[in-house]
């Protein structure tokens, strides 16, 4: 049978259309989502339309920073915990996480306020419905060594069993290492407390983001961040095999992008970064 060179480049195509399809690592209970603050919109309900458009899943929701003086959090009114919950109505786009970003500035390792911010925090994540809440600890604010470690687990305690009752798990998010983290977790005792694993901030750190997922296990890990320099796939973190990681040890949970807009154009950087991510996996 003579096939014509047209013909020739369709089977190429199908061929290598099947090869791909195969390679994709199957996560079934993977969900993408993307951070309010990553499409411009921190703590603005409009996040759920533009990420809907852009075809994610989940979107991760700041509490926002209040002002110096403050007594309570920007999200913390009930007309915009209600439009929230009409959003997602609407859209039926998910609340994949929330983070309490106060925490940059008012840290729970030594901040009094720290504290206080998250005891708001719960109450106002029980109405919303998050799966996790994401705690940020970084450079001066994370434990410095092992008695700071066990001083903030022992300061996590009583908010943890109030996390449990609101069904939200409270997720460190920091640059120790995944045994660090674990002692933490371990300190407290509480299915409620986990990691938010960064991959970016994992590798930056020095860490081996793929081998510390496979450490820790499925079940320390409450949510992720995905992101790189630039675009996903043409930098340093190893997203495939970070994929196979999470199918290794069954993860079922959000993936959300935390990823910068190297063209400033919102829409279309997020749209080829998930196109990306959608690539490698398969449901």
Not at 107 to 117: A, C, E, H
Request: some cysteine; aromatic content about 6%.
């Amino acid at each position: 049978m003579n096939i014509s060179r047209r013909e020739c480049f369709q089977l190429a195509a199908g061929l290598w259309t099947a090869s791909a399809a195969s390679a994709k690592v199957r996560i079934p209970g993977l969900h993408i989502g993307v951070t309010d603050w990553n499409l411009g919109m921190t703590t603005k309900v409009e996040a759920f339309a533009l990420a809907k458009k852009i075809g994610f899943e989940g979107v991760e929701v700041s509490f926002g920073r209040p002002k110096q003086g403050a007594s309570k959090l920007p999200i913390d009114d009930p007309e915009l915990i209600a439009r929230y919950q009409a959003a997602m109505k609407e859209t039926r786009i998910k609340l994949s996480s929330m983070c309490l970003d106060v925490l940059h500035s008012n840290n729970l390792k030594d901040n009094p306020l720290g504290p206080k911010w998250l005891g708001m925090a719960i109450p106002i994540a029980k109405k919303l419905k998050p799966t996790s809440m994401l705690l940020p600890m970084f450079g001066k604010n994370q434990p410095q060594n092992r008695a700071e470690m066990d001083a903030l687990a022992d300061k996590l305690k009583d908010f943890a069993k109030e996390a449990e009752r609101a069904k939200v798990a409270l997720a460190l998010e920091n640059t120790l290492s995944a045994e660090d983290n674990a002692r933490i977790i371990e300190r407290v005792n509480s299915p409620a407390l986990k990691v938010f694993y960064d991959v970016g901030n994992a590798l930056g750190a020095g860490f081996d983001p793929a081998k510390e997922i496979r450490w820790l296990g499925k079940k320390r890990i409450a949510t992720l961040h995905l992101k790189d320099r630039g675009w996903l796939g043409e930098g340093k973190v190893d997203l495939p095999g970070i994929m196979q990681a999470l199918a290794d040890i069954g993860y079922r949970g959000w993936a959300d992008l935390e990823t910068s807009n190297p063209t400033k154009n919102v829409e279309a950087d997020m749209k080829k970064n998930l196109a990306y991510v959608q690539s490698l996996v398969s449901g």
